[in-house]
């Protein structure tokens, strides 16, 4: 898997993406600026965390009218597959990508914890390697993560719920609710299922040294997806 | 022209700085706040002068970047400067 790690001014968990996709999970990696247009060949495009145009107007609202966001689009409403780690969750709920939209977390902390997340679809490309229930254990750092959504919308995304926070039974409950996201979402996919948004940083959970090897799961199962195309 | 943007919070969704705003105003002693909702405020300026194209340019800024129609509201004063 040819994987494209976007940088845009303000992203700083860029090199922790590439970091893991090249040394843990073997993959080729070429990071894009976000100036450019082309996506040069990439099977998969990774926007990272961090705190693109410094959070100026809303979360991701800047970064969302990039250059490199047309070629996205595209990529995106092709099939291809993309996945939005924090800030990158907010930059393609900004885009439409994903619907949506997020606030700041309830009790005005900036959360930086690792939480407990139950894995809701695993036949997604990017939880293939989940089981059905699992419990994952990943860290979340974020001011802005409460996930909303209109009834109606909200209504129509249930199937595109991947992770939501839970305790680490496995119960969703509001104790185990980080930031006060409706219905606990953590991560969610678009309708056709190859976009997704979570909120927790697998790439900050993929060698033992860091306490989890979790976020593992979900790149080689980006990987598993991508060979099979 | 100058332009006023007022954005804010869409009623209904809690507003967490609003209501530790308030909670600091009630410490303060002030009572009888019912309620505070913190948002944004842009000034923009127009080059041209004609009111109703100025208008419609904020209207459609509004709608593409400076709020977000899921969860906030926008309110436009317009005055020639």
Not at chain 1, 143 to 172: H, P
Not at chain 2, 10 to 30: I, M, N, R, S, Y
């Amino acid at each position: 898997m040819k994987c494209g790690v976007v940088i845009f001014p303000g992203s700083n968990c860029d090199q922790d993406c590439v970091k893991v996709l090249t040394d843990v999970v073997g993959q080729r990696v070429v990071t894009l600026w976000h100036q450019e247009t082309s996506l040069q060949g990439c099977d998969a495009i990774v926007l990272p965390g961090g705190f693109s145009y410094g959070d100026y107007l809303r979360t991701g609202a800047i970064a969302h009218l990039s250059p490199i966001m047309g070629a996205i689009t595209r990529f995106a409403h092709e099939g291809g597959l993309v996945i939005g780690i924090c800030n990158g969750f907010q930059i393609l709920l900004e885009s439409g990508l994903l619907p949506g939209a997020m606030l700041r977390n309830t009790g005005l902390r900036f959360r930086c914890k690792f939480v407990t997340l139950r894995v809701e679809r695993t036949d997604t490309p990017f939880t293939n390697r989940c089981q059905p229930g699992q419990v994952v254990r990943l860290p979340i750092a974020h001011n802005e993560g409460r996930y909303t959504a209109d009834a109606k919308t909200l209504r129509s995304l249930q199937r595109q719920v991947v992770f939501r926070y839970c305790d680490v039974n496995g119960d969703v409950s509001e104790a185990a609710n980080p930031n006060g996201s409706v219905e606990n979402i953590a991560g969610l996919t678009n309708t056709a299922g190859n976009v997704m948004g979570m909120m927790p940083h697998p790439e900050r959970a993929a060698e033992a040294e860091l306490g989890s090897l979790d976020g593992r799961l979900i790149f080689e199962s980006m990987i598993h997806a991508a060979a099979l195309r | 022209m100058k332009a006023k943007v007022y954005i804010t919070l869409k009623p209904g969704l809690l507003d967490a700085q609003g209501k530790t705003v308030k909670g600091a105003l009630e410490a303060l002693g002030f009572k009888g706040v019912a309620d505070v909702r913190m948002g944004k405020y842009i000034e923009i300026e127009l080059a041209h002068g004609r009111a109703h194209a100025a208008k419609q340019d904020v209207e459609r800024m509004c709608k593409k970047l400076l709020a977000n129609p899921i969860i906030e509201t926008y309110r436009i004063d317009l005055k020639s400067s």
